[in-house]
């Protein structure tokens, strides 16, 4: 009986479930508002963004031994930050290249060894004193997918419900 999930198998699994949620919207549901402020544009592009700095952050690590930098001090600024970057970014654009970048991450993750994964790295925001390892990071990534998934997939059931009445 397989008792660990391997990171490999993590990812994989959120990705089922970000494209189950997806399967379907059409082009204007991507304008909806889903969270406070977001679109499910919005939320891909959030998506994108840290899919994107694990990315980075596995290609630095191979070259430097160190993370990437996101260049902020805190999660809450680079959400900003990404946001408005991203907010004229067409809905297609950020779709491939969120494809591109998962499909990128899962080449780079079996070149991990356990040393790599074990390794401790300060915060990767500026305002934090808390150390994570690279596993971390990413076992945080696959549950952040999978999060917005479920996000996902319980507007849609919201606004089914709210066609039937």
């Known amino acids: 009986m397989k008792?660990?999930?391997?990171?490999?198998?993590?990812?994989?699994?959120?990705?089922r479930e970000w494209n189950d949620a997806l399967a379907g919207p059409d082009d204007a549901d991507y304008?909806?508002?889903?969270?406070?402020?977001?679109r499910l544009k919005d939320i891909v592009g959030h998506v994108f963004s840290y899919v994107h700095l694990d990315v980075r952050h596995v290609e630095s690590y191979k070259k430097r031994r160190?993370?990437?930098?996101?260049r902020s001090p805190s999660y809450s600024y680079f959400n900003r930050r990404e946001a408005a970057r991203l907010r004229d970014v067409p809905r297609e654009q950020l779709c491939s290249d969120l494809e591109a970048d998962y499909r990128k991450l899962m080449e780079l993750l079996p070149t991990l060894t356990d040393d790599d994964l074990k390794r401790v790295f300060p915060s990767q925001w500026s305002n934090s004193q808390y150390r994570s390892t690279l596993r971390g990071l990413l076992r945080e990534e696959a549950s952040h997918i999978a999060i917005h998934a479920g996000d996902i997939r319980k507007w849609r059931e919201q606004r089914k419900g709210e066609h039937v009445s």
Not at 66 to 70: E, K
């Open 66 to 70: 160190r993370l990437a930098s996101p």
């Open 31 to 38: 304008e909806l508002p889903v969270y406070r402020q977001w």
């Open 3 to 15: 008792l660990k999930v391997t990171l490999v198998e993590r990812f994989e699994q959120s990705w």
